[in-house]
């Protein structure tokens, strides 16, 4: 059961706001969703979900990630959802970094985050079952991307679920969320000290760990604030060295950790992901 | 003299945000500014104003309107000032369509307001001459649109200096303020009650008093909630008819007064104007 938040015409298709009940959050979860205009065929349409970043919600890439256009021309389904579980009754952490607007795509397993966080069971199941059933989606075509903490979730999604996605990428992710602070802070409080219980959300951990895909799309800027002591893609690319995933990794010269820099290459990251979700 | 607020790289050029002492407006104002790539060869280049609609600062379009990739193509520097002064010594009005936000695009004249709401004669001369002053901008290639009673904005400021630009374009403009209730309330306050005075920032009224433009491209969504009462394309239609002004006005199925809407059409219209610059 969803429910309408709004639908408005984009580029020839519908860019819609949906909020439903989730069983795995135990809170009212909304997302966005573009449906491009092919979807009047009656033809269901490959996926590409988007994961957003620190303090975002599905609103801050569908006002500013420009990939309306992209999608429209490609037929793709577009789906940002929140990044937490939000409410007066889900419990909060200090700071921008952790708590709400920063679930990090895990299942926290420590009180009192245990019952709300889990928004890795939520991308995994609960939301792909949603969307297959209210969309014309063709869940045996997705892509993942993200930004930031949600290129993070992207990465480590795919690597766990590699048959569920035809391509990854991401922009400026976190990589080694284990070995960074905010990563360590989030992880910390989500899944407790014990720090081998980390490894099955961190994408260096998780390749080193023998988890695989095929290949991976990551654009970096190279005057991002965040990307020395946070993101470190250089651990990304030794581990894929190692691991023989094919990463295209480009440094992109002064471009910034914003929604500018993310809206310049999301239409070269849609055509990466058409590419491999039309073949 | 400009200050700098931030600048971030997108799509190739700099998006900046800047803050200046306007003499006109007696206010700090703020506008954004999109620099092209090609601002790097040292060229000067064409300016395209965007004008924005009631509630609006310079923030709605830099974030929503998707035109930094087609002015990065096409060579244009891309100008969004806000909609009325600001701050605490500023009068307002009552309601969302009148006061801060909504400054109409005029001179007042009366009192409180005729200090401040200097809106015109800022687009007229102030403004134009700091953006010369500090970007390379070519001056004699001038483009103007807008959204609203941005697009009104863009349409009397046109009518009004004709010599100016090379081409005008607007997104569901309010066309004739003295025949709606938007215009009636914000023309009345600042303008006073003698509707003759009015006619000077009336777009049909202009025409109607022989102003002109050789051509005019809207575009109007035929499921805007303001279409009948506030922006009435037909009367345009109709003024333009009469005056043998080229209007391609394009009532676009099922779009809303949104962003989405302006972002759909937003490149269409960019080209349209660029075709227009670069001759």
Chains 1, 2 share one sequence.
């Not at 985050?113 to 939301?127: C, G, H, Q, T, V």
């Not at 792909?128 to 949600?150: K, Y």
């Not at 795919?158 to 992710?173: E, W, Y």
């Not at 190692?242 to 480009?250: F, S």
Request: glycine content about 8%.
């Amino acid at each position: 059961m969803i429910e309408t938040v709004s639908t408005a015409k984009a580029h020839g298709g519908t860019q819609g706001v949906y909020r439903h009940r989730s069983r795995e959050t135990g809170t009212e979860m909304v997302f966005s969703l573009y449906l491009p205009p092919q979807a009047e065929s009656g033809a269901r349409l490959p996926v590409v979900w988007y994961l957003s970043g620190l303090t975002c919600t599905h609103a801050n890439v569908t006002e500013k990630g420009e990939y309306r256009r992209a999608c429209a021309e490609r037929g793709l389904i577009f789906v940002a959802p929140d990044t937490s579980p939000r409410g007066d009754n889900v419990p909060d952490g200090e700071g921008y970094d952790f708590g709400k607007g920063a679930g990090f795509y895990v299942d926290a397993t420590q009180d009192p985050f245990a019952r709300n966080y889990r928004m890795y069971s939520y991308l995994k199941d609960e939301l792909p079952e949603l969307i297959e059933r209210n969309f014309p989606a063709d869940m045996s075509r997705q892509a993942i991307t993200g930004h930031s903490m949600g290129g993070h979730g992207a990465l480590t999604i795919a690597l766990r679920n590699p048959a569920r996605f035809r391509s990854v990428s991401a922009f400026s992710p976190i990589v080694a969320p284990s070995q960074v602070p905010w990563g360590e802070k989030a992880l910390g409080f989500y899944l407790g000290s014990d720090r081998s219980a980390w490894r099955a959300y961190d994408t260096v951990a998780l390749i080193e760990d023998g988890a695989r895909v095929a290949e991976i799309l990551v654009d970096q800027g190279t005057s991002d604030t965040f990307l020395e002591q946070e993101l470190k893609p250089e651990l990304l690319a030794n581990a894929c060295a190692k691991a023989r995933i094919d990463l295209t990794l480009r440094m992109q010269e002064g471009y910034d950790h914003s929604y500018y820099f993310i809206s310049t290459f999301m239409e070269d990251h849609l055509r990466w992901h058409a590419e491999r979700l039309h073949r």
